[in-house]
């Protein structure tokens, strides 16, 4: 079956340590996200990737880095710069590029990142 | 950019009931793509209905229905028949077609919707 996997669903990080989250997708989409989501926050834009080495900030981007090397993988690093890591990352893909529609993303199950 | 409102935090309604989440939105674009997600305990976020601008008709999926009214920026779903099933979080978002600069969705911070039995 075709989706988006993520991992790990749990991940637990000490001060000061960088950690990379996994997102890979067997869609075919183009486009790939990374969201935040905090208790009464919703979900916001840390970085996103419309195309294979090449992707763009969001709304949330500092202490965080991502990579695109290939369609069907989109990890991303939180850093120790992230100074308030501990959230639920979600990562999520749609087709976009190259037909000229956008059309709804679809979510992985999501990683619960927690400071210790 | 584009921002997205959903002004209930919280909507409790007794099973079998109807209930209308509310969502507003503000955006210079004049075509795009309205979403409503559903989060369910599990957190996985499923899509419930999609909305394009330029369709005039009002989306439906079953029970749900929306009510996009375009010049007023409001995006409104309905879920007839509720059910116990029905409760999580509902988060309403906006997407810009691409070619149109930053994309991404853009989300409400989300209604959440209890069912009672």
């Known amino acids: 079956d075709g989706g988006i996997t993520q991992s790990p669903k749990y991940l637990f990080r000490k001060e000061g340590q960088n950690v990379t989250l996994s997102c890979e997708q067997n869609?075919?989409?183009?486009?790939m996200y990374w969201y935040r989501q905090d208790p009464g926050q919703g979900l916001r834009l840390i970085y996103y990737s419309q195309i294979v080495n090449d992707f763009q900030k969001g709304d949330i981007a500092e202490g965080y880095s991502v990579s695109r090397e290939k369609k069907e993988s989109f990890p991303l690093t939180v850093t120790s710069a992230q100074k308030n890591p501990t959230a639920f990352y979600l990562c999520a893909s749609s087709i976009a590029y190259r037909t000229g529609r956008n059309t709804e993303a679809f979510f992985g199950q999501g990683t619960r990142l927690t400071v210790v | 950019a584009q921002t997205v409102t959903q002004s209930q935090p919280e909507m409790s309604v007794q099973e079998a009931e109807t209930v209308t989440l509310s969502c507003t939105y503000d955006?210079?674009?004049?075509?795009?793509?309205l979403f409503w997600y559903k989060q369910p305990p599990s957190r996985q976020m499923i899509l419930v209905i999609r909305?394009?601008?330029?369709?005039?008709q009002n989306a439906t999926e079953n029970r749900f229905s929306v009510n996009f009214q375009k010049a007023a920026k409001s995006f409104s779903l309905k879920i007839s028949d509720s059910q116990l099933g029905d409760t999580a979080m509902y988060f309403c978002?906006?997407?810009?077609?691409?070619?149109?600069?930053?994309?991404?969705?853009?989300f409400g911070k989300g209604t959440h919707l209890i069912i009672q039995p």
């Open positions: 869609l075919n989409h183009d486009a």
């Open positions: 955006t210079s674009e004049s075509n795009y793509y």
């Open positions: 909305q394009e601008a330029y369709k005039q």
């Open positions: 978002a906006f997407m810009k077609p691409h070619g149109g600069g930053a994309d991404g969705l853009t």
